[in-house]
């Protein structure tokens, strides 16, 4: 699993997508919160006239929400309980086929909405806490996972290695990166870092 070049350079963080996985499902069982969506997947660009995909996965979703939704409007009973969740992930795991050259990948984690989180039957739900960072002068709401403490030892996001994308300084970025690890006591990654052999083709 790899990420992609942020605009006017940037770093592509290469994940153990096994492990990345292993991960969120042990901190999805430790939160013990029915209410939390998490979902890994490749993003899906074409949807065939069957109403399915190349993915397994999202063949899956797709039946569910098919499944949920003719319960819900052929039957009396009116239990939309579980059209939620398949509708929830597969509403943000398909782009228009003009995109499909990036091969995008997505972590889905839907939270509670304010309106639900003040009703008492969802007060002792235990959800992860919203944080927030400026971007670009921006406030941008953010969630930290795979961060919790495994024997005292705080747990890190398993990345192979880290690739410094095309830029005029990128050696000095490249030196920076490993500066940064140091700091943060990933010393194991300091070799691991590269840079790209894309040609920088900015002023």
């Known amino acids: 699993m790899e990420g992609i070049w942020l605009r006017y350079g940037g770093y592509a963080l290469v994940l153990d997508s096994d492990l990345f996985d ?5 901190e999805a069982t430790s939160y013990k919160n029915e209410k939390e969506i998490y979902h890994l997947g490749d993003v899906q660009y074409r949807l065939k006239e069957d109403l399915h995909t190349d993915d397994i996965d999202t063949n899956l979703l797709i039946e569910r929400l098919v499944q949920a939704a003719d319960k ?7 239990d939309a ?7 929830t992930i597969l509403s943000c795991f398909f782009k228009h086929h003009g995109f499909e050259e990036e091969r995008e990948v997505r972590l889905v984690l839907s939270l509670l909405g304010s309106n639900l989180k003040s009703l008492p039957e969802f007060q002792p739900v235990r959800q992860h806490p919203v944080k927030t960072r400026v971007r670009e002068g921006t406030t941008v709401p953010y969630v930290e996972l ?6 005292g030892v705080r747990q890190h996001l398993p990345i192979k290695r880290i690739i410094v994308g095309p830029h005029r300084d990128k050696n000095d970025r490249k030196r920076a990166v490993q500066l940064l690890l140091k700091q943060h006591g990933l ?3 300091i070799d691991k870092v590269s840079v790209s052999n894309i040609p920088y083709r900015g002023r």
Do not use: G
């Not at 292993?22 to 042990?26: I, M, N």
């Not at 819900?72 to 009116?78: A, D, E, L, T, V």
């Open 22 to 26: 292993k991960r969120l499902t042990e």
């Open 72 to 78: 819900y409007f052929r039957s009396n009973s009116k």
């Open 146 to 151: 795979c961060v919790r403490e495994a024997n």
């Open 187 to 189: 010393n194991h990654l």
């Open 81 to 87: 309980s579980m059209l939620p969740e398949p509708l």
